[in-house]
């Protein structure tokens, strides 16, 4: 047995007996060297990364274009308004970007007949600075090419 005991203590090398504390954590070896490591950077992956996305070119519709085109041509040009209200036979289209409101006036041809376009507005949603027509509908038709 004294022999078992001999053997098992010569395996417990510099271990700490239970309920003591190892006073010699967090110091420096004997030789006083002191080994640093960089932060490990990690790379994502090729396939990770965002795609790259083409931008859609953007072209302009010109207003002189517009004029004269029915409700349903008019909405397969531009989209669809934010909101349409009725004067009488005439009703007026509305789209609006960040910074203006454009109006689109459609009047019948004929009375009771279908509606064109006849004629178009633009104003800035705030302040009273001017902008073009052409200015305003650049822009909507901008945004609505963002939001897809």
Known sequence: MAMIAMGLSACGGNAVPPG?????????SNSGAIKTTRPVTRKKPESAK????AAIPFKPIPTDTLKGLSEEAFESRIGAPEMIRGEGEIRVWQYRSEQCS???????KAEGGARELRHMLARMRRGNTAITVQDCL???VKQKLAQG
């Not at 003591?20 to 420096?28: I, K």
């Not at 965002?50 to 996305?53: F, I, L, R, T, Y």
């Open 20 to 28: 003591s504390t190892n006073a010699n954590y967090g110091e420096l």
């Open 50 to 53: 965002s795609p790259k996305v």
């Open 102 to 108: 454009f109006d689109a006036f459609f009047v019948p």
């Open 138 to 140: 650049d822009q909507v």
